[in-house]
Structure formats: structure tokens, C-alpha cells
């Protein structure tokens, strides 16, 4: 059952498309996250709604988008720390984090140990082309952990730019704050709750 307020993003705007990462394996601990029992991407009612806005200007352009998570219990991030502590099995560190050690994450800023997703109203996403449902060329995939990640990287090339530029303007249009390590990160900027960390599961 959710929270008050919470709604499931697919429901709330019919068009938009999502894999939640954190319900599989494809995510860079290679299995189920505790706390995620449904691939179903759960956020705040007012971030939802910010994000309705931004999705009718990127579907007027041609593109619709692509969710990976929004909110994220707080017994997941719990999930992460502990993960990030245990011997390297080695599955996903080619594609998710092929130039660090697992346990610099926290200390690099690609895992927070309170994290803002808890709030309810952050959201992962990228772009698909609404015509076909390929993914726009970001030059990276979600949760890679590495410089390339970082929005204004000079590892990717000058489209690659433009489509993250672009992503992040509308996304910013619609009162949202991006975070630099992470071209896929937008945070809404008159969150509902700044203090406050929930820990209910998604089902």
C-alpha cells in the first residue's frame, strides 16, 4: 500500500514508459534491492505532476520518458551500504562501475548513505524516441559509475551533449534541479518533504 500522496508513475501519466531497475537484476548490485517487490516506479503526487509537465514538452518534441526509479525505500539504500562492504563477486563491475572500487561509491557520490530518492520526489530517467522507443544516445548508460556520467563529461561526444543539455533543460524548466555526477538525476526543488525518509516497500 502506499504512502499518502505517493502514486505509481505509470498511472498518474499513462504515456510515460519505465523499468525499475532495482526490482531485476540489470543494476550494478546484479539482483533484487530489499524494498523493491514490483517493477513499478513510485513518486510524490507534486513531483508527479512537475514531471507530467516535462513529459508533454519532450512528447511535442518527438521523445517520451524513460523511468529507472523515483522513490527509493530507505531500507534500499541500507541495501546498497551493505552490498558495497561485501567481497566483489565481480557480476556487474565491467558495466556499471569498471574503473572504481565498489567500496569508494559513497565517497565519490554515486551512492549517498541518506539519499534524496527516499523524499519521494527525486527521479532517474532518460529518453526514448516516441516513434520507436529506442533510447536517445546519452553516452552512458544509467548508474554508471564514472567521470563519463558526469553531465558535462569531455568523454562523450557533441550529441551526446546536446541530447543530456536538452533532457536536463526541460526537466529544470519544470522545477527541477539536476545533479552533475549523474546526467539521468533530477531532483524537484520544492519537495514536499525535506526532512523526512520513508521506508515503505513497492508493490
Known amino acids: ?23 531485476g ?4 548490485t546484479g539482483r533484487p534491492v530489499d524494498g523493491y517487490f514490483a517493477n513499478r516506479v513510485v513518486i510524490h503526487e507534486k513531483a508527479a505532476k512537475a514531471v507530467k ?6 512528447l511535442k518534441d518527438g521523445y517520451c520518458i524513460f523511468a529507472y526509479d523515483a522513490y527509493r525505500p530507505v531500507r534500499a539504500v541500507e541495501d546498497f551500504l551493505k552490498w558495497m562492504e561485501t567481497p566483489e563477486d565481480n557480476k556487474r563491475k565491467a558495466i556499471h562501475y569498471p574503473n572504481i572500487d565498489k567500496r569508494d561509491m559513497r ?35 544509467f548508474d554508471l559509475m564514472d567521470e563519463r556520467s558526469h553531465t558535462m563529461s569531455e568523454q562523450i561526444t557533441p550529441e551526446q551533449l546536446k541530447n543530456r543539455l536538452y533532457l536536463r533543460k526541460v526537466m529544470m524548466d519544470n522545477g527541477f534541479t539536476d545533479y552533475d555526477c549523474e546526467w539521468w538525476h533530477f531532483r524537484l ?9 520513508f521506508d515503505f516497500v513497492i508493490e
Open 25 to 28: 537484476c540489470d543494476n550494478f
Open 53 to 58: 509537465r516535462a513529459q508533454e514538452t519532450f
Open 107 to 141: 565517497k565519490l557520490g554515486y551512492v549517498a548513505g541518506k539519499s534524496g530518492h527516499s523524499r519521494g520526489s527525486t527521479i532517474d530517467l532518460t529518453l526514448v524516441h516516441k516513434e520507436t522507443g529506442e533510447e536517445v544516445d546519452m553516452g552512458g548508460i
Open 189 to 197: 526543488i520544492d519537495e514536499p518533504f525535506t526532512d523526512t525518509y
Open 1 to 23: 500500500m502506499l504512502e499518502k500522496g505517493f502514486v505509481y508513475l505509470d498511472e498518474y501519466i499513462p504515456t510515460v514508459k519505465w523499468d525499475a531497475k532495482y526490482a
